[in-house]
């Protein structure tokens, strides 16, 4: 029997549990979420734990079909959406792309002095799913606290658009962009990118597309828990690879959407961890969750970059799963960590800027 109206309730009641999370009392947490998880030297996050207990009794991490799995996801942002993050304004756009025009959305942060620095945006979703939607917040978020413009991009997804489009899109979206920055009210001299999981991989990607185009090129890089190596899966796959939010098998469903072939999961537009060369990117700050299959590679690219003279920082948010950003909204320990987030694409803007200033 349907009823009407049933899942929007559904939706206002586990979003309400899930605001109410980092309100309980520590001891209450504890109770509720169980004994603690230790693995590798590192202890689960209470309120981590709780949300993902809640997640299993909801029945929420079974494999779906592409647009059934869309649909989730958009039903869990909403969920942990909590209330509405306010910037000054936000525009829907448009930019040119490869074979149609890309989708886009700029947040405006209230007070910013103009021309302000850029961050542009790719969202995660294994490239598979998420939208400008599912990410609204945490671009909120970012354009707040980092003090800059922030321009989302809907770039095209598997496995109707196979490997490469996403990577087309998001270059595409990041030469325009920066050619047109001062439509955008952005500095041309400070555009960054940055982008979680998926969109991490993407962000790495437009960086090194952009050195070797030998034209612009991103001022700083931020990779958040980023899909780094589609070719082969590393120890955190075995310790984390279920019960954690993203799982293994998920992986490989995104992995077997978005290639048509073997050999493209090799190609350094998908996998940066293999490009042969890595020097002369922009400086990066690599984020990574302790409880994440994608947690080696993203730190095993952070030391690439490293040994390729590329200025690095890298943080390992012991205590967390994949995809905390998109409870920023909800407070607590994922907000704390998405705000050391914001504060490191704000001090590498300035840090950039400042080396690249003459003289």
Request: contains cysteine.
């Amino acid at each position: 029997m349907v009823v009407p109206g049933l899942d929007a309730v559904r939706d206002q009641a586990e979003g309400l549990i899930a605001r109410s999370i980092p309100l309980l009392p520590g001891p209450l947490t504890r109770t509720l979420a169980g004994a603690p998880v230790r693995i590798d030297g590192q202890q689960l996050h209470p309120q981590v734990q709780l949300a993902l207990r809640l997640e299993r009794l909801a029945g929420g991490s079974e494999l779906l079909g592409v647009p059934e799995a869309r649909v989730r996801r958009r039903r869990e942002a909403r969920i942990f959406a909590g209330p509405r993050i306010e910037v000054e304004r936000v525009e829907e756009l448009e930019l040119p792309g490869p074979t149609a025009p890309i989708p886009t959305r700029l947040y405006v942060p209230v007070e910013i002095s103009r021309p302000a620095p850029l961050v542009v945006y790719y969202h995660g979703g294994g490239h598979v799913i998420g939208d400008l939607e599912t990410h609204d917040q945490p671009c909120r978020f970012f354009a707040r606290e980092a003090g800059a413009l922030v321009l989302a991009v809907d770039y095209r997804l598997a496995p109707e658009h196979r490997f490469p489009a996403a990577v087309d899109d998001a270059f595409a979206a990041f030469v325009t962009a920066h050619s047109e920055a001062g439509r955008l009210g952005a500095d041309p001299e400070r555009v960054a990118v940055a982008g979680d999981s998926a969109g991490g991989n993407l962000a790495a990607a437009v960086c090194r597309l952009a050195v070797a185009a030998g034209g612009a090129v991103p001022i700083f890089q931020t990779l958040i828990y980023p899909v780094t190596d589609y070719s082969a899966k590393r120890r955190s796959y075995e310790l984390f690879g279920e019960g954690f939010f993203l799982t293994a098998e998920e992986m490989d469903w995104y992995r077997d959407h978005y290639f048509a072939t073997t050999e493209d999961r090799t190609d350094p537009r998908a996998s940066p961890i293999l490009a042969p060369d890595l020097t002369d990117l922009p400086p990066a700050h690599v984020v990574s969750a302790g409880f994440d299959p994608l947690r080696d590679e993203a730190e095993d690219y952070a030391e690439r970059l490293r040994a390729s003279g590329v200025p690095i920082t890298l943080r390992r948010e012991r205590d967390l799963v994949h995809g905390f950003i998109n409870a920023v909204g909800l407070g607590g320990r994922a907000r704390e960590a998405t705000a050391e987030i914001a504060a490191a694409i704000r001090t590498g803007l300035a840090a950039a800027t400042l080396s690249a200033a003459p003289g």
